[in-house]
């Protein structure tokens, strides 16, 4: 069992949403799966007793990360096609910044919400394909991409990772696939993080923005989201 009890800061989205989820489960032990460890960072909560695993493609630098790790009770790396999610073994699922970069993504978010227990939440972190950001990472060339990142990155950031893109990685894609699963968006965030964002990386989103005329816009480059599970399979929203 790993139980994580440090203080979180109130300000933090996700860990608001877990607490609220442990309180309407009347402090039962939340069992979480964190996919895309990579970027990932430790749960920060604050007196909730939790049962944490991890999942991610198998990369070199993602199991150097995932072997350093002492938070999880267990991970898996591999196809997330295949990865262990037995159905309906956790309450809280964090992606972060994992759709982007895999193929199959629809596929993969479908074999998540069958192992979230009915009720449960989804929090979702990931790179707007629809974005001046997404759209430069994701025609960026391989090579240029690996030439340019340990100048833009701190030291020790694993990547560049793929940057694959499906359409289901933008907002309105992501709109589109909760709407035809029945599933609630609780919170809708955009943000820019990017690691490219230098002075050098804002100039060219910018431009993306200018040439396309604001449909590639600069403003963001992040999505956030929480999203519910219904606890009746049958509920939907049409």
């Known amino acids: 069992m790993s139980e994580v009890r440090i203080v979180a800061p109130r300000g933090d989205l996700f860990g608001q949403r877990i607490r609220e989820q442990w309180t309407e489960q009347l402090g039962r032990r939340l069992d979480i799966l964190l996919a895309g460890c990579a970027h990932d960072e430790q749960l920060v909560l604050e007196r909730i007793e939790t049962r944490v695993t991890g999942v991610d493609v198998e990369l070199p630098a993602i199991r150097t990360i995932m072997e ?38 629809e596929l993969v978010l479908d074999r998540m919400l069958q192992a979230l227990r009915p009720g449960g939440l989804i929090l979702l972190r990931m790179r707007d394909r629809s974005s001046a950001y997404g759209w430069c990472d994701r025609v960026t060339p391989r090579w240029l991409r690996r030439l340019v990142w340990r100048r833009v990155v701190a030291e020790g950031t694993p990547g560049p990772l793929p940057a694959v893109y499906e359409p289901v990685t933008s907002r309105d894609g992501m709109h ?17 993080t990017g690691p490219a964002m ?40 049409i």
């Open 68 to 105: 350093s790790r002492h938070d999880l009770a267990a991970w898996a790396l591999g196809d997330m096609r295949s990865v262990p999610m037995p159905p309906r073994s956790f309450d809280v699922i964090r992606l972060t910044f994992l759709l982007e970069r895999i193929e199959h993504a």
């Open 176 to 192: 589109a696939f909760c709407l035809t699963r029945g599933l609630m968006i609780t919170d809708d965030e955009t943000a820019t």
């Open 198 to 237: 230098g002075r050098i990386g804002s100039a060219a989103v910018a431009l993306v923005d200018k040439l396309t005329r604001g449909r590639l816009p600069s403003a963001h480059d992040e999505v956030t989201m929480v999203i519910r599970k219904p606890q009746n399979h049958f509920a939907r929203l």
